[in-house]
């Protein structure tokens, strides 16, 4: 829930705080993987960087064998489309050292 009530608030002071069509919506992602050293692991997170920058898209977070972390839009004031939530999923699920993957549902990047 967002602690700011967007009802009284003008244009410009939504998307300072960036509420309502400022908003930036990302997800959280989880997946299991079958890697258990580091060589391998850098490989891994190569790829995926290489594949979400191609995708506008910014990450943070890691593991080794629980990989989790959140991803939201590169630009300002852009959300995550449902499409390239579900290319990331498909992507990972594709991953040969991938066991599995969660991800929530789209959330504000800047009140979760």
Not at 97 to 109: N, Q, W
Request: aromatic share 14%.
């Amino acid at each position: 829930m967002k602690p700011y009530i967007t009802k009284n608030k003008k244009r410009r002071i939504k998307k300072k705080l960036f509420l309502d069509e400022f908003a930036m919506l990302g997800f959280e992602l989880s997946c299991e993987t079958s890697i258990v050293d580091f060589d391998t692991y850098d490989l891994f997170v190569d790829e995926f960087v290489d594949f979400i920058d191609a995708q506008g898209l910014s990450f943070g977070g890691g593991g080794l064998e629980l990989f989790e972390g959140f991803l939201c839009c590169s630009k300002r004031y852009q959300s995550v489309t449902e499409a390239q939530k579900s290319n990331v999923v498909d992507w990972l699920n594709a991953h040969s050292k991938v066991k599995s993957t969660k991800t929530s549902e789209l959330i504000d990047a800047n009140y979760f």
